[in-house]
C-alpha cells in the first residue's frame, strides 16, 4: 500500500492534496454547527447519483414521460426507491440549505473578505430552487403540470421581457411537448452543470478564506480531520438516514398522468413554495398585482439578502444586527405562511374534494396500468378518458347535478352549496335537490325504497319549482299531469299496504320482488340469487303474494315487465305508465336521457330535459351509463364518501333524511334523470 501511495504521489503529488482537503484549520474545535455545508454537499451528491439512476428508465416526451416513471415507480427493482431518494434529497437540500443561509448570517461569515463567497452560495440558492422548480415538471402528472404553468404564468409578469421569457421557457406560445423537453434539458444538463461549477468556485474561496467561527475560544483549535470529519459524516448519515425511511415508507407521488383537458383544482406547489402561494393570496397583494407579489417583493428581499456584506461593512455590528434581525423575521414569516396555507387547505372543502378526486385519479391510473390491458399505444392519458370509473362522476357533476346528487354529493365529492349574500358570514347555505338521489340506482337498496318507502324516496322533487307550480294549480282546480311523491299511484299503494309489505308473510316475497327487479337492471359487478329471481318474476308477472296483497302485480300497469328492452323503442303500445323492461339497464337508461318525455317513459308528467347527442355524445352517454350501471373494470380505489348525513344536517333534516328535509324552493329545475326513472320503478313495483 505504501509503494502504492509513493507511486501515485509521484505521479499526481497526491498526498498533498489529501493534506490540503484534510488538515485544514478549525478554530475553536470541531463543532455541530459546521456540518450544514457538507450535508449539502453530501445531498447534492445523492441527488447526481440517483438523477444518474433515473435518467437511464426516463423517457422525456408528453406520450412516454408518465409512463417511463410508472414504469420507475412500479416496475423497476427498487425504483421506487431510487425515485424516492432523489424526490426527498431535494425537498432536504432546500431545508438544509435555508439552514446554512441563516447559519452563515448569524456567524457573519459574509463579511469581508467573504463576500464574494457569500454570493456565490446566492447564486448556488438559486440553482437550486430553478433545480426544483423544473423537476416537478417530469412526471407529466397533473400535480406537475398543473403547478408548473402557474411557475410559468409567473414568469410572464417579469416586467418588459415577461412574456419573452415564458415563451422560451415553454418553448412557444402552448405548454406541451417542448415544454417538457426545455424542463428536463435544464434539469438533468444545464443547471447541474452550473451547480457544479459554482460550487466548486465556491469551495474554493471558501478554502481561501478558511472557516468563520462564532466562538474561537470555544475549545482548542483542530483539524478538519478526524473530529469535524466525524461530525459531517454523521450529519449525512443522518441525512442519508431519513430520505432513505421516507423514501421507503412514503413513496414519492405519481398523480393522474397530464390531461389539458381535466381541471385540476388540488395542484399546489411543493411545501417549501406555499409560503410565496400563500402570500400571493392575500386580497391586498391581489389588488397590487402579480409582478409586484412575485417579482418585486420577492427581488427586493433577494436584493436586501445580497447586499448584506455591504450593510454590514457601512454599518459595522449594528449593520450584522440588522441583517440577523432580518433573517430572523423571514424565517418566521416564511414558517407562518407555510403554515397557515397548510391550515387553510385542510379546512377548505373544496380543496379537500379535489384532492381527494386527485387521489383516486392517480389510484386509478396506477390500478389501469398494471391491469391486463397496460397502457395503451395513444399514452397513458387515454386511461382514464376511456374509463367510466373516473369519467362518469364528471359527467354526472356536468350534466345531473343541478338537480340530483350522488349520495349527498354531486359525483365527485363535494356538496353543493348557494353562494353567501353580502353581509352573510359563516358556511354557504345548502343547495336542496330537486330530484331524486341516484346513488345506488337500482340497485337492491334503491329498489327496497321504492317498494317499501316511495314517497320518502323522491321527497326531493318537492323542492323543485315545477312541483311548487303544479300543487298550487292543482289547488285552484286545474288538472295538471305531474310526478307527485305524495299523491301517484305507486306512492298511494305503498302507503296503503305499509303493513302488509313489513309483515313476516310477505318478508321473503318483498326480498324476492327486489332481488328480480335488481337483476333486471343487471348492474355490473352484482351477482343475483337465481330462486329469489324466478320467484320475484312470478310476484311481479302474477302477483302471487299473501294477504290482502294478493293477486297485485306489477304487470297490470307495466305490461312489459320482465321481458328485455327492445332495441328499437316506440310508443305505439304505451300504456300510460313508464315501461318496465329491463328498468335501470344501461339500454333503458340511454333510452331514458335521450327521450325522457317520450310516452313509453313520463309522457306528459316530464320535467327532466332531453339530452341530444350535441349536449351529450354517445360516447359521453356511454361512458356515464356504464358508471351508473358499475360496467367497468372493477377498483380497490376508495370511491368518494357519501355526503347524505351532511346535507341532510345541512338541511335541517337529521340523518334520517326525512321526508320534510327542506322547503320547496322556487326554482326552474328540470326533474332529473333519475326522478324519472324512479318514478318508474316506482311504478314497477306491485301497482295497485
Known amino acids: 500500500m505504501n509503494a502504492l501511495l509513493s507511486w501515485l504521489d509521484n505521479r499526481v503529488g497526491v498526498k498533498s492534496l489529501m493534506h490540503e482537503a484534510l488538515y485544514e484549520r478549525v478554530p475553536g474545535g470541531a463543532r455541530w454547527r459546521y456540518v450544514w455545508g457538507s450535508t449539502l454537499v453530501f445531498t447534492f451528491a445523492v441527488q447526481v447519483i440517483t438523477g444518474f439512476m433515473l435518467w437511464s428508465a426516463y423517457s422525456p416526451s408528453t406520450r412516454t414521460a408518465w409512463e417511463s416513471v410508472y414504469y420507475i415507480q412500479h416496475e ?11 424526490h426527498y434529497s431535494a425537498q432536504a ?18 463579511k469581508a473578505p467573504r463576500e464574494i463567497n457569500f454570493w456565490l452560495g446566492i447564486v448556488l440558492m438559486m440553482i437550486v430552487l430553478g433545480l426544483s422548480l423544473t423537476g416537478y415538471l417530469l412526471p407529466w402528472d397533473q400535480k406537475g403540470y398543473y403547478a408548473t404553468q402557474v411557475t410559468t404564468n409567473i414568469m410572464s409578469a417579469t416586467p418588459v421581457v415577461g412574456a419573452e421569457v415564458q415563451v422560451l421557457a415553454q418553448g412557444g406560445r402552448d405548454y406541451g411537448h417542448l415544454t417538457l423537453t426545455r424542463f ?3 434539469h438533468a444538463g444545464m443547471l447541474p452543470a452550473l451547480l457544479v461549477g459554482f460550487l466548486a468556485l465556491h469551495i474554493y474561496v471558501f478554502r481561501r478564506h478558511g472557516l468563520t467561527v462564532h466562538d474561537p475560544k470555544h475549545a482548542p483549535d483542530t483539524t478538519f480531520w478526524p473530529d469535524q470529519v466525524l461530525k459531517d459524516a454523521v450529519a449525512c448519515l443522518a441525512v442519508l438516514a431519513t430520505v432513505l425511511l421516507l423514501a421507503v415508507l412514503r413513496p414519492a407521488e405519481l398523480s393522474a398522468p397530464a390531461d389539458p383537458a381535466v381541471k385540476f383544482d388540488a395542484a399546489r406547489p411543493e411545501w417549501y413554495f406555499l409560503f410565496l402561494f400563500r402570500f400571493l393570496r392575500f386580497h391586498a397583494v391581489e389588488a397590487l398585482g402579480l409582478t409586484f407579489g412575485a417579482i418585486i417583493v420577492p427581488g427586493i428581499i433577494m436584493g436586501i439578502i445580497s447586499v448584506m456584506p455591504l450593510t454590514e461593512r ?17 424565517a418566521v414569516g416564511v414558517v407562518a405562511l407555510t403554515v397557515l396555507a397548510f391550515y387553510e387547505d385542510a ?7 379535489a384532492l381527494a378526486e386527485a387521489h383516486r385519479d392517480a389510484g386509478r391510473a396506477i390500478e389501469l396500468a398494471a391491469g ?13 378518458r376511456r374509463d367510466p370509473f373516473t369519467q362518469g362522476p364528471r359527467l354526472f357533476a356536468q350534466h345531473c347535478a343541478s338537480c340530483h346528487r350522488w349520495n349527498g354529493h354531486d359525483g365527485r365529492g363535494s356538496l353543493i352549496t348557494d353562494a353567501l349574500q353580502p353581509g352573510q358570514t359563516g358556511a354557504p347555505p345548502m343547495t336542496p335537490p330537486t330530484a331524486a338521489d341516484l346513488g345506488n340506482f337500482a340497485g337492491r337498496e334503491w329498489m327496497q325504497a321504492i317498494v317499501m318507502d316511495y314517497s320518502n324516496h323522491f321527497r326531493w322533487l318537492k323542492n ?8 298550487q294549480k292543482v289547488a285552484a282546480g286545474e288538472d295538471v299531469d305531474f310526478v307527485d311523491p305524495d299523491g301517484s299511484e305507486m306512492a298511494n299503494w305503498t302507503s296503503d299496504n305499509v303493513e302488509s309489505l313489513k309483515s ?7 326480498r324476492a320482488l327486489v332481488e328480480f327487479l335488481a337483476a333486471e337492471a343487471g348492474h355490473g359487478q352484482s351477482q343475483y340469487d337465481s330462486a329469489l329471481v324466478q320467484k320475484g318474476k312470478t310476484l311481479a308477472v302474477e302477483g302471487t303474494w299473501a294477504g290482502g296483497l294478493a293477486g297485485t302485480s306489477c304487470a297490470s300497469c307495466h305490461e312489459t315487465i320482465g321481458q328485455e328492452f327492445p332495441q328499437a323503442p316506440d310508443d305505439s303500445s304505451a300504456s300510460g305508465y313508464p315501461i318496465m323492461a329491463r328498468y335501470g339497464s344501461a339500454a333503458w337508461l340511454k333510452d331514458f336521457i335521450r327521450n325522457p318525455g317520450a310516452a313509453r317513459h313520463y309522457g306528459a308528467k316530464n320535467r327532466m330535459p332531453a339530452y341530444s347527442a350535441q349536449q351529450l355524445s354517445d360516447a359521453d352517454l356511454d361512458l356515464l351509463v356504464r358508471w351508473m350501471t358499475r360496467d367497468y373494470a372493477a377498483s380497490t380505489v376508495p370511491d368518494y364518501p357519501s355526503q347524505l348525513e351532511a346535507l341532510n344536517a345541512g338541511l335541517g333534516a337529521g340523518p334520517a333524511g326525512a321526508a320534510a328535509a327542506a322547503p320547496a324552493k322556487a326554482e326552474p329545475a328540470a326533474e332529473g334523470a333519475e326522478a324519472g326513472a324512479e318514478e318508474k320503478k316506482s311504478e314497477a313495483a306491485p301497482a295497485g
Open 76 to 86: 423497476m427493482f427498487l425504483g421506487y426507491v431510487i425515485r424516492g431518494l432523489h
Open 464 to 471: 323543485a319549482g315545477w312541483y311548487a307550480e303544479a300543487k
Open 372 to 384: 391486463p390491458d397496460k397502457i395503451p399505444v395513444e399514452g397513458a392519458v387515454t386511461l382514464l
Open 347 to 353: 379546512n377548505d372543502r373544496g380543496h379537500q374534494a
Open 314 to 330: 457601512l454599518l459595522g455590528q449594528f449593520g450584522h444586527l440588522l441583517n440577523k434581525a432580518f433573517m430572523w423575521l423571514l
Open 184 to 186: 428536463f434539458a435544464m
Open 504 to 510: 313476516a308473510e310477505n318478508a321473503d316475497n318483498v
Open 93 to 110: 437540500m432546500v431545508v438544509l440549505m435555508a439552514i446554512h443561509l441563516m447559519q452563515v448570517v448569524i456567524d457573519g461569515a459574509y
